[in-house]
């Protein structure tokens, strides 16, 4: 990761000019008081922008994380509003419109979606499609001349992800990554601490992303809309936290499949997975990923202590400790303070951070698909920088 | 394992007849009167043998595990006391004799240790030495007609445990392992959790263990002597958790070395290992064990709920929760709970249960050499049951 001097606490908080937010101070309680956050980033904003001027956002694919996470914190960001939705269903559009007041001539459908170049209202379309679909409408919003915010994974294999980069960079608009954490004050923190070796040097990490999956019928446990199973899905988190902690790029990974206990679910799909990798200097990580057990962590062990996140990955509260006691960090909105961080990049006219862009969603993608040969060939597999 | 039924909570419950002490009941608070707990077993020791009748242990090998845990822990024994020690060190004797006022005719040197078959004071002899003494000394012991407590691992390599196992079945001597933990009673909740599905069936387990070594010329980091790095050391208790959280035996397993940072102090044994058990059922666990990062936790995701102790195997407090709040269990003296568990059956006339005997220890001997030889081979190693 490359992100170590641009990512750092000092730069995150050095106010109004830096790249994200001037989020409070460390020592935060848990009793972290929202309200109080919310005003002070609207009074930011009113004194960089104007009262009035936010992005217009519009979500592509109205399923159960656009209608249950980003619409609801699209009502309390201050860079960027819910301008407009594309979905191929009618019933969805009509109930969407009346619920948030969008205007007709902001929703489309998957044909009509490239007329949204014409629309003034539109800065910005997240892609909240299933995994196989990330690459055509990244590159289409791109064409449509719109900055791109793309789920988690960014693709299924590394040839799309440089496909829709280039296509951005063609286009000059950018391109983020829903990594969601990137911004939340409880990860940020444990990146300074292993980043910042505030307990010395990180020597292993024991990152692990994990649930019981339900419905049998969804597009995640479909190789073909998905690409994979929870690696795709919530062991891409893992691979985050092992190298935000320790700043570092793997340079070898092995693999190793769990067994398959409900064929008929994970027909298409891994059910569980582990992997191991060695980053530079001998620092090692240990991660488990499944579809059929539910584990979510991120540690860290130190020179000189330790620190934890767990939970680590969901949509919060995240709860964190290290060896010297709580750690405390204001609770915020995940999705709302990503979208937040990125549209103020972009109103301000600067370039999104690395650790947010396409190049990011990339080397993850690249990490997965080297895992999944790990674990297909039991050989150690070689990563290149 | 075959210990679900002769080791549950009932049974470790059921009062004076049965083979485990009499521990309180759950939900105990951490702050549990320890004094009052010695009195309740010297209480109940004194109406099953009479006031005076305690075993007498020999400790073999006055190391650090000797010094500062087994001879403190047998001045709260009810069961059993500190009758004799066997030390190739005069000074050491010396020390020894004054501080617990041991008579001279109770200290052998490993030359005059047969001798101790003459000796009616000591009834039980604690091998404490570097693993590769361990079968020698189970061995005599056995023929001096002692009973035998061995530090784990057991031994190095499964021949010697079945020599050990043979030897005292020969001599009709019972042999115990170390297992400190099996009487613990945070870790007796841990595996009542689990066998008896509490949360319902144990799905995953992560369970891994390690340190920070330091002096570089210790005996622990030389082949010969140790068999092994931090598996044998630590890693054994990993397997253990992993075993007796879900009362299952492992059916495959592949392993993986980490890096060596530190070619001199790791010239002869690992430095890090990772490991993943497949048990019946299709349950899974991973884990790592090191002597470059401290790590220490047990954790099983279940169908409906998960479990964890951190810190799960040093020599306490142990602390745990569950996904329905904190675990509160009698905090203990882990080495004096063991042994006056072991004496009162020995003082009984009763057998050791399976879990606490040579043939667990073979157990996980005979896993740690699978380990290492999937670790080599890089192969899935298929277990015998």
Known sequence: MTTSSSFSRRNFLAG??????????????????????????????????????????????????????????????????LAGIVTGTPAKAEQWMQKYNIPKQNVYDYKTFDRIADNRDIDVVYVVLPNSMHAEYVIRAAQAGKHVICEKPLAIMPKECQDMIDACKKANRQLAVGYRL???????????????????????????DGFRIGDPTQWRLKKAMAGGGPLMDVGIYAIQGARYVTGLEPVSVTAQFGPKTDLQKFKEVEETLFWQFQFPGGVVSNSTTSYAAGVERLYASCENGWFELSPAFGYGPLKGRTSKGPIEQPIVHHQANHMDNICKVLLNNE??????????????????????????????????A
């Open 182 to 208: 990137h911004y939340e004050p409880f990860t940020r923190e444990v990146m300074r601490l292993g980043q910042e070796k505030v307990f010395g040097k990180v020597k292993f990490v024991e990152a692990s």
């Open 16 to 81: 109004l000019g830096a790249s994200a937010l001037a989020l409070p101070a460390t020592g935060f309680a848990n009793s972290f008081d929202n309200d109080q956050y919310l005003a002070q980033l609207a009074a930011q904003k009113r004194e960089l922008f104007g009262q009035d001027r936010k992005l217009g956002i519009a979500l592509v694919g109205l399923g159960s994380y656009a209608t249950n996470q980003l619409a609801p914190g699209l009502q309390q960001t201050q860079y960027c509003r």
């Open 351 to 384: 370039t999104l951070p690395d650790h947010i862009t396409g190049q990011e969603g990339l080397r993850d993608v690249r990490l997965m698909q080297a895992i999944y040969q790990a674990a297909e060939t039991g050989r150690r597999i070689d990563l290149k």
